[in-house]
């Protein structure tokens, strides 16, 4: 068992008594303080709680009392979904602190499915950012090299799965925080169909587009954390009732054959790095190779309009979600002498420079006076891109194209022009608008040996369909590797 | 425009405390990403409704009935400061010119 290995592998070794979820986690320690210091990927180690819950464990396996899909897993949670009495930040100051009382939907999944929980990853502050590097924390590296950001807001899930540490990792992805660092980090990354899987205990960023997603270095794993996560929870009133797929089988090998595969020509334009277009269109020549047939699909609004949307619509959210942070009932508090001066205090100190941009942009696009021009009009564009998707799968069963634009970039370059920084999105958050699946994948590695990410989408809960093509792209291409040790 | 004067009237609205240098990137941040979503003028959005409810999977409704949750004292232990059972506080009504008052 060593930092390769996949999820499903090694609960299905520990089952067989192969081996122990004890040297399953010392082996993960090891490989975490060995990258940690370059990588920081971790807000939180879990080092001593990790060891005592694997013998725990083992006593229990070996009493025949444990057994679950992710038996003894060693996984990584980013640090916006609630863990019961161990610290979770959102990446902020203002939560430096704060333990919650309570798990997460999908901490409470992973832990009845055997997972154990080794850290809490790091993530761009309350999840706005592309780049990790709004950290409340410092930023996160990339593991593939350590001068180049992760993406984000999910850098250091995708950094922990891309170094190794663990097998599986969940993100939060409200307009590409899973996928666009899925790509920067060289792993898969999926983001449910809105309303799949269960927010209780997600820190809330924007509640129409939010939305938790594995990680993964091959679409077994994915599917596996997908079949464990995605249960109805009468706990949070937008998780659908019906009854979920068998995603395990969906992600067994199969032809391709009667999938209409459509690819967005317009996407692969001079602003996209030529080396990314060339691989989205090796991937469409593979996914033909595995028997599906392709098609042109055309999304020009979504292309167009869907960022300057997203970021009136998102932020419009966010200031509401974060008028929680007061300083009263839980978080951070400044010393003041009244009560308006400890809000103003609080939240001046509490919250970074990202956050307090997307505050008071939310704030203007709401106010009375601009509320028509800015917040419905953005809200008709989101509806125009919903038609555009609709359309589009009149043709096509599943859609193909870049994960981001760009390569990552390195540390800092972008860091104070948020406009340049907010188009690494530009592929992924049009998904969240029209709250559609999507499964960002490695597919190659560029001339300078940094990994290169399409986008597989589909129609509203059809993440089967996406597990079915994503498992030929792998088979076409191989697995994620493990970053810096071969593969690809 | 976004003048400067708006962008600090938005943080008293929001209770955040913007320090002056903080204002100008602010404004500029504003204006760019206001101008952004104008370039869309052209757009014919006219007949879209964005309540359009879209045919999904039903969500169902839980009961609304009263549970206990036995979290209570670890709630009010998160608290920056407390007393007893409550929240503690410093004194609500401020000194006299302030502006929110």
């Keep these: 068992m060593n ?46 709680e990790a060891l005592q819950e694997a013998k725990e464990l083992d006593r229990r396996i070996a009493a025949g009392e444990a057994d679950g899909p992710l038996l003894g897993v060693p996984v990584v949670v980013k640090d916006n979904m609630c863990t ?12 430096e602190r704060w333990k919650p009382p309570y798990d997460a939907w999908v ?30 924390y410092g930023p996160a590296s990339n593991p593939w090299d350590i001068e180049r950001v992760t993406g984000g807001s999910s850098g250091g899930s995708a950094a922990s799965v891309s170094a190794g540490y663990v097998p599986v990792a969940l993100g939060s992805d409200t307009g590409g925080s899973i996928r666009q660092p899925a790509a920067f980090c060289g792993v898969f990354g999926m983001k449910p169909t809105y309303g799949l899987v269960s927010r209780f205990g997600l820190v809330a960023f924007a509640s129409s587009l939010d939305q938790i997603g594995p990680f993964a270095r091959n679409v077994e794993d994915l599917a596996l954390m997908l079949s464990v996560i995605s ?28 999938v209409k595969v459509g690819v967005v020509r317009e996407f692969l334009t001079a602003a996209v790095e030529p080396e990314i277009s060339k691989v989205v269109l090796d991937t469409a020549a593979a996914m033909k190779e595995a028997g599906a047939s392709l098609v042109d699909v055309k999304l020009p609004s979504a292309g167009k309009a869907g960022l300057p949307c997203y970021y009136i619509l998102a932020p419009a959210e966010a200031s509401s979600n974060l ?5 009263i009932r839980y978080g951070k508090r400044e010393e003041a002498c009244d009560l308006m001066e400890l809000y103003f205090k609080t939240r001046g100190s509490g919250f970074g420079k990202e956050v307090k941009r997307r505050i008071l942009t939310g704030t203007y696009v709401l106010s009375s006076g601009y509320y028509d021009a800015y917040y419905l009009r953005a809200l008709k564009v989101r509806r125009l891109i919903c038609m555009e998707f609709e359309s589009a799968f009149e043709k096509a069963d599943l859609i193909l194209m870049p994960t981001a634009p760009s390569l990552p970039f390195r540390k800092g370059e972008l860091v104070d022009d948020p406009l340049q920084m907010y188009m690494s999105d530009v592929f992924t958050l049009p998904v ?31 993440e089967s369909l996406i597990l079915k093509c994503g498992r030929a792209v792998e088979d076409a291409f191989g697995p994620a590797p493990v970053a810096g040790r071969g593969g690809m | 425009m976004v003048s400067e004067e708006e962008v600090r009237h938005l943080a008293r609205l929001v209770r955040l405390d913007v320090t002056e240098e903080e204002i100008p990137p602010l404004q500029k941040h504003f204006n760019e990403i206001l101008e952004y979503f104008h370039s869309l003028g052209n757009m014919d959005l006219d007949g879209l409704d964005p309540y359009d409810p879209e045919e999904s999977p039903s969500c169902p409704l839980r009961n609304d009935e009263v549970r206990l949750w036995g979290q209570r004292d670890a709630a009010l232990e998160a608290a920056p400061e407390r007393e007893g059972d409550y929240f503690k506080v410093p004194r609500i009504v401020g000194e006299v010119g302030k502006e929110d008052e």
């Design chain 1, 84 to 95: 019961k009495g161990i610290k979770t930040t959102c990446g902020s100051r203002i939560l």
């Design chain 1, 3 to 48: 930092e390769f290995s996949s999820a499903a592998e090694t609960a299905s070794r520990i089952r067989n008594g192969d081996i122990t979820a004890s040297a399953v986690i010392e082996e993960t320690l090891r490989v975490i303080e060995e990258k940690e210091k370059d990588l920081n990927a971790l807000i939180t180690f879990l080092r001593e």
């Design chain 1, 432 to 462: 969240n608008l029209a709250g559609l699946p999507g499964l960002s994948m490695c597919v190659g590695r560029s001339g300078k040996g940094l990994p290169l990410g399409v986008q597989l989408v589909a129609p509203q809960w059809q």
């Design chain 1, 107 to 136: 901490v409470e999944k992973l832990r009845e499915a055997g997972a154990i929980l080794v850290g809490k990853s790091n993530m761009d502050e309350f999840a706005m950012g592309s780049s990790t590097e709004h950290s409340a």
């Design chain 1, 231 to 258: 249960e109805h929870d009468p706990r949070d009133a937008t998780c659908v009732g019906a009854d979920r797929p068998d995603y395990l089988a969906a992600a067994e090998r199969s032809s391709l054959a009667g």
């Design chain 1, 323 to 327: 008028a929680r942070y007061d300083g």
